[in-house]
């Protein structure tokens, strides 16, 4: 499967695509509505079967919900199904059930097999409408999904799931493997030694962004220069996003360039951020692994993911000696066994290079949708 991300182009005729997104809006918060008084009333969770045949009898009542196609309707049943059994298979774990959204803020609709139809160039037909969008690259492959995404900025954007339906190889270019840890003074440390720093983009531009917070916050509800001013805060954090994600791109190129074989640790990211909050949300890591990815396998190229639990920076890589703990305030620490002197990073970034190695010949190599713990 392969995500593509395409914008549509300005035009007058997106306010119908807009109040689509805000009717699918309306319908989620039906559902949301309908489970918790039915929880209330019988203390069993709605089926997902009945909920759908309950929208699809009140989309023909209410023209406005005739702008959201049957299978949209029934998609946002169905996420709101998944959530549900998300919530109760992890509560204990922090997971919160799916609430309610404001409309202006709802994002997107999904059709799946009907309610679309790619034209010739760069047009799209979506219900009875035809929309242009930027062609930056061909869809190739059988399209499964496309969804339609509003940005804060109220820009529409397509997004099309589409099937290759082909494993590509492991071609070895280089011969090469090597380990990464991640770290919050070094963005990567590599098991040959080098180090890659963050540009921290958020942290240069945090004056920015807070006076443009501040300009926004003195404005009156409600009113026009309100508004422009949020479009202007949101302006703000978009280039943000935009400069980090370049970074990104050009690092992932960069590495897959250089390694066929690249080795990472699991990482508990929620953990992470309650932990050390602003700075791991600037690092972005899940963002840069997802990247990698699409990169590595663009490329032939392999990334693994070894177990979080594994004492990657407690094992000393020269003899293997494991220490009991090891604060995080210790950046290098001696071998009681052999005496070699370890620096944190290298160290693990070392090991997970050996563990990785002994996973990819086992064959036993773990994907990002299982590995991160988000």
């Known amino acids: 499967m392969k995500t593509l991300k395409f914008k549509l182009y300005q035009h007058k005729r997106n306010r119908h695509l807009k109040a689509s997104i805000n009717a699918a809006g309306v319908i989620y918060n039906h559902c949301i509505a309908l489970h918790k008084r039915y929880y209330r009333m019988w203390g069993k969770h ?3 079967a009945k ?18 196609g049957s299978q949209a309707a029934q998609d ?24 309610f959204k404001k409309v202006k803020k709802y994002k997107s609709f999904t059709l799946k097999q009907v309610g679309y139809k790619f034209l010739s160039g760069n047009r799209v037909k979506i219900g009875q409408r035809v929309y242009n969008w930027w062609k930056s690259r061909e869809i190739e492959g059988t399209v499964k999904t496309l969804t339609i995404k509003r940005t804060p900025l109220g820009e529409l954007f397509m997004v099309v799931v589409v099937d290759d339906s082909l494993e590509p190889q492991i071609k070895f270019a280089t011969g090469q493997i090597a380990g990464f840890d ?3 003074k070094a963005f990567l440390t590599c ?12 942290k240069q531009s945090l004056n920015i962004v807070k006076k443009a917070s501040r300009y926004h916050s003195k404005k009156l509800k409600g009113s026009a220069n309100r ?3 949020r479009k202007n805060l949101v302006r703000k954090y978009e280039d943000i996003s935009n400069r980090r994600r370049d970074w990104f791109w050009k690092l992932a190129h960069e590495l897959t360039d250089r390694f066929d074989i690249l080795c990472f640790e699991t990482l508990n ?18 963002e840069f692994l997802q990247i990698l990815e699409w990169i590595a396998k663009k490329k032939t190229k392999q990334v693994v993911y070894i177990d979080r639990w594994y004492p990657s920076s407690k094992t000393c890589f020269n003899c293997g000696h494991v220490l009991e703990s090891l604060d995080l305030s210790v950046r290098e620490w001696r071998c009681p066994s052999c005496q070699s002197v370890n620096g944190r990073d290298e160290n693990a ?8 190695a002994s996973m990819v010949g086992l064959g036993d190599v773990r994907q990002s949708e299982t590995a991160i713990a988000v």
């Open 51 to 68: 909920l759908q045949a309950h929208i699809a009898k009140q989309r023909k009542r209410i023209p406005f919900w005739q702008s959201v």
């Open 182 to 184: 991640f770290g919050l």
């Open 227 to 229: 508004e422009q001013a």
């Open 349 to 356: 970034a070392k090991n997970i290079q050996t563990v990785g």
């Open 191 to 202: 098991s040959d030694g080098t180090k890659i720093e963050s540009p921290q983009f958020l």
């Open 269 to 286: 990211l929620k953990g992470m951020q309650r932990l050390w909050g602003r700075k791991i949300s600037d690092l972005a890591l899940g």
């Open 76 to 99: 946002i049943c169905g996420r709101i199904e998944k959530a549900y059994q998300l919530f109760f298979k992890h509560n204990k774990k922090g997971v919160r059930p799916p609430g």
């Open 46 to 48: 709605l089926n997902c």
